[in-house]
């Protein structure tokens, strides 16, 4: 079982940056990568960005590409999300996820945290 717990939204205005974490425990070394997503109301959840676990390959949704870096610290269980110049269409309820079951710009992992708001004031 893995618990994923994500840290470090808030209120920011246009132009700003945020750093998000994600806590894992349990067996993560058991999942192949982990990723974030966003949802926005009425919208779909979204693929912001993705990392394989073991190499630190990484992929990013177009939407975010130049402004978003993912990382990760494996020695903590530990996993970033850096967003720089911020816009106010990236406000959305941020989720941590681990163990994707197909592609991983898919929202189909196995394990997904609660979410934390990310709020963009222009």
């Known amino acids: 079982q893995v618990q994923l717990v994500e840290s470090g939204g808030g209120l920011v205005q246009a132009g700003g940056s945020l750093r998000l974490s994600c806590a894992a425990s349990g067996r993560i070394f058991s999942s192949t990568g982990m990723g974030w997503f966003r949802q926005a109301p009425g919208k779909e959840r979204e693929f912001v960005a993705a990392?394989?676990?073991?190499?630190?390959?990484?992929y990013y949704g177009d939407s975010v590409k130049g402004r978003f870096a993912i990382s990760r610290d494996y020695a903590k269980n530990t996993l970033y999300l850096q967003m720089n110049s911020l816009k106010p269409e990236d406000t959305a309820v941020y989720y941590c996820?681990?163990?994707?079951?197909?592609?991983?710009?898919?929202?189909?992992?196995?394990?997904w945290g609660r979410g934390t708001q990310v709020t963009v004031s222009s």
């Open positions: 990392i394989t676990w073991s190499t630190g390959n990484t």
């Open positions: 996820a681990a163990a994707p079951v197909g592609q991983y710009y898919a929202p189909a992992y196995r394990y």
